[in-house]
């Protein structure tokens, strides 16, 4: 991925005219941009992507209801910072930022609550032989790595509507999270983390990242010696930050484990598979945050900072 600064106004046309060739001739795709930029920092490639899903997804949606007839309306608007944090289906909205909202919305068959509880699982598809189930899984992947998140509404019969929130340009992470005067208290100042990981390398990338971030780090290849470390002082750590496969046991393991010990500890997964399916297969609800390596150390910083501020509000 290639960050840079994108108008999402400028994408959601590229996009809405790649569509538009492949609808059937008595549907309809319309657009609701702002006068003004909408923008965010992100790379172009994965924009388009998601833009692109969530469009064919809206397409093949009125293609399977009487006649192919219906619309689609895509919307793009610029949100938060929020008082109240809106619900989402998949990732998280971070208090005290604000949001590129792209709203793609549909009339068609919509979705049971069956289908939509898979519908970031991939390889899961309602189309047949015309499917192969990646592209609202590829949509999760890069919508929660940016530190995005999306949310569904569906009514069967009647149409869904997602929205992904995009962190604004505007709404710099990296600089509410690292920057700052040189004599500004660092954003994880005083909190004590344990890292399990079985990768050395990796290990090291996030204790570096977190102390520069001012928190107080010890690492763990073994998940046996990060529990021995929670058991001989549950009080002592804040959070724990945690690899998916570690050999000897997982990160659910671990988790499940360390919650015998501490109920209320704060533990963020860190793995290598594909984020959808995790979500999908329930970790959303295990973890305080699901991120997928390799992790950038603002977006690291960002969800640790934003899970300590969720438990103080």
């Not at 994965?46 to 969530?54: A, E, F, K, P």
């Not at 790595?145 to 992470?173: I, K």
């Not at 959303?284 to 945050?289: D, I, L, N, Q, T």
Request: charge should be negative.
């Amino acid at each position: 991925a290639q960050p840079s600064l994108l108008d999402l106004r400028a994408k959601v046309a590229q996009a809405a005219d790649l569509v538009r060739p492949g609808l059937d001739s008595r549907a309809q795709l319309s657009l609701e941009l702002p006068e003004s930029p909408v923008e965010i920092r992100a790379d172009s490639t994965s924009v388009m992507q998601v833009l692109l899903n969530l469009m064919l997804n809206a397409r093949d949606a009125l293609c399977t209801g009487p006649g192919a007839a219906g619309q689609i309306m895509v919307r793009v608007t610029s949100e938060g910072p929020f008082e109240i944090l809106p619900e989402v289906t998949l990732g998280h909205l971070m208090t005290g930022h604000a949001y590129a909202m792209l709203e793609v919305a549909d009339t068609g068959e919509g979705m049971t609550p069956e289908r939509m509880a898979a519908m970031f699982t991939p390889y899961f598809t309602t189309k047949g032989m015309d499917g192969i189930g990646l592209g609202l899984s590829i949509v999760a992947d890069i919508v929660v790595t940016s530190l995005g998140a999306v949310q569904v509404e569906t009514d069967p019969g009647r149409g869904t509507v997602l929205r992904v929130y995009w962190p604004s340009a505007g709404s710099n992470v990296a600089m509410r999270v690292l920057g700052g005067p040189p004599d500004h208290v660092p954003a994880l100042s005083g909190r004590a983390i344990l890292l399990v990981d079985d990768d050395d390398a990796i290990l090291q990338q996030m204790a570096q990242a977190l102390s520069a971030a001012g928190a107080e780090v010890a690492s763990c290849i073994c998940p046996e010696d990060a529990l021995e470390a929670l058991s001989a002082d549950p009080e002592g750590w804040n959070l724990v930050v945690t690899d998916m496969e570690m050999g000897t046991m997982s990160g659910v393991d671990l988790a499940c484990a360390m919650r015998k010990i501490r109920p209320d500890l704060p533990i963020v997964l860190v793995t290598g598979g594909d984020i959808g399916q995790n979500v999908a297969g329930g970790l959303g609800k295990e973890f305080a945050f699901v991120l997928r390596k390799p992790v950038s150390e603002t977006a690291l910083v960002a969800v640790i900072l934003d899970t300590f501020l969720r438990r103080a509000s």
